[in-house]
Structure formats: structure tokens, C-alpha cells
Antibody, heavy 119, light 105 residues
Framework: EVQLVESGGGLVQPGGSLRLSCATS????????MIWVRQAPGKGLEWVAKINQYGSEGYYAESMKGRVTISRDDSKNSVFLQMNSLRGEDTALYYCARDADSGHALSHWGRGTLVTVSS | ESVLTQSPGTLSLSPGESATLSCRSSASLSNIYIAWYQQKPGQAPRLLIY???NRAAGIPDRFTGSGSGTDFTLTISRLDPEDFAVYYCQQYGDSFGPGTTVEIK
């Protein structure tokens, strides 16, 4: 069974940093793109970042470009999101998701980790 | 980067009725990059449709995706009580639409 479990969220002051982790199991991790998606309270989904299966290419949404870095560690079957210079508008539930086998879509999602940016 | 819009914002329907959800892109997209997701309160999104018209594993055949270019549609026939949720379209690897809420009338 494919599983994705996010961790690392919490309360952080504006301007602070957090590193989110997503531990995965149940599939061959190094064969898939991995994606972070966030959802502010009561709002819609927003794509944040994605990384290719080799870890050589990372792409970022304009809203977070320059403040986030996505990375992966295949030895740990994990993907990470380093977030810096956090703002109130970054408050959201951050989901980790996996690329689908059969198409360009996100077939598996974690339950999310909540990031709250507030003083 | 294309912008996705969804309409209507909210659909109020009764179980057994059909729902037609629209997703429009500001630029023409390849079908292979359009996906639809369902999200219920307190849950992660669930993939319904990929490649504009292909049902994901385990998705009932009352969910049908169609469209091309800039106009895409998700049709839910014979609404089941479990289908009342928020639906998002996505240009894969990129932006999501703002969502359509399908609520019980």
C-alpha cells in the first residue's frame, strides 16, 4: 500500500523557517516525481513545488519562488520542503503527493502537515 | 502559465441528479495534462480523472471527464450522497482551478 506521511509543520513566527518532510512507503520512490501542494484554511489547492525522480530538477510556484527549496533523499524514501522567510499568507495545510503511474496527475496524497505563521 | 477557472462556484443538486462541472483554461492545453480531484471536508484530495477523460483506479463510471483545448468538463451522473464534495481541475504539475462545490439541495 502506498503511504505518504508529512511532518515538520507547526507554529512559526513571520520571517522564520521550517523544513517539512514526507516519508513514503509502498512504492519504488526513485521512479516518481514528487509534489508539494498547500491549502490555506477554507481555501482551494495551490501547487507549491515539484521535483523530478532524479532530484536534479525542482520547480516552484511564483508565490514561493526564492523562499522554498524542494529536495529528496532516495535512501530515506523521503521528500523535503525547506521554507524560509515565512509570511502569514503561507499558513496552510501542506500536502505531499506522488505522480501517477498512468498519467500526468497526482494519484497519491498524504494527510498533510499544518504550518501556521503567526507572531 | 495558464489560469484555470471553474464554473459554477456552487452546484445545488439532489441525489440521483446529474452534475456538470466546467473547467476553462486561459491557454490551450494538451488533454494529457488535465486532471480532476474530489475533496471532502477534512480529507486529502482524491484523483478522479487524468488525461482529461481517464478514470483513476477505483473511480465509479458515473464520473466522466471530457473536453479539449481550453474547455474541459467533469460530469457526475446519478449523484450519490457520497459525491457531495468540492471538485478541482488541475493542469498537471501546475495550477489548480478554484474549485466547484457540489452541495445537497
Amino acid at each position: 500500500e502506498v503511504q505518504l506521511v508529512e511532518s515538520g509543520g507547526g507554529l512559526v513566527q513571520p520571517g522564520g523557517s521550517l523544513r517539512l518532510s514526507c516519508a513514503t512507503s509502498g512504492f519504488t520512490f526513485n521512479r516518481y516525481w514528487m509534489i508539494w501542494v498547500r491549502q490555506a484554511p477554507g481555501k482551494g489547492l495551490e501547487w507549491v513545488a515539484k521535483i523530478n525522480q532524479y532530484g536534479s530538477e525542482g520547480y516552484y510556484a511564483e508565490s514561493m519562488k526564492g523562499r522554498v527549496t524542494i529536495s529528496r533523499d532516495d535512501s530515506k524514501n523521503s521528500v523535503f520542503l525547506q521554507m524560509n522567510s515565512l509570511r502569514g499568507e503561507d499558513t496552510a495545510l501542506y500536502y505531499c503527493a506522488r505522480d501517477a503511474d498512468s498519467g500526468h496527475a497526482l494519484s497519491h496524497w498524504g494527510r498533510g502537515t499544518l504550518v501556521t505563521v503567526s507572531s | 502559465e495558464s489560469v484555470l477557472t471553474q464554473s459554477p462556484g456552487t452546484l445545488s443538486l439532489s441525489p440521483g441528479e446529474s452534475a456538470t462541472l466546467s473547467c476553462r483554461s486561459s491557454a490551450s492545453l494538451s488533454n494529457i495534462y488535465i486532471a480532476w480531484y474530489q475533496q471532502k471536508p477534512g480529507q486529502a484530495p482524491r484523483l478522479l480523472i487524468y488525461g482529461a477523460s481517464n478514470r483513476a483506479a477505483g473511480i465509479p463510471d458515473r464520473f466522466t471527464g471530457s473536453g479539449s483545448g481550453t474547455d474541459f468538463t467533469l460530469t457526475i451522473s446519478r449523484l450519490d450522497p457520497e459525491d457531495f464534495a468540492v471538485y478541482y481541475c488541475q493542469q498537471y504539475g501546475d495550477s489548480f482551478g478554484p474549485g466547484t462545490t457540489v452541495e445537497i439541495k
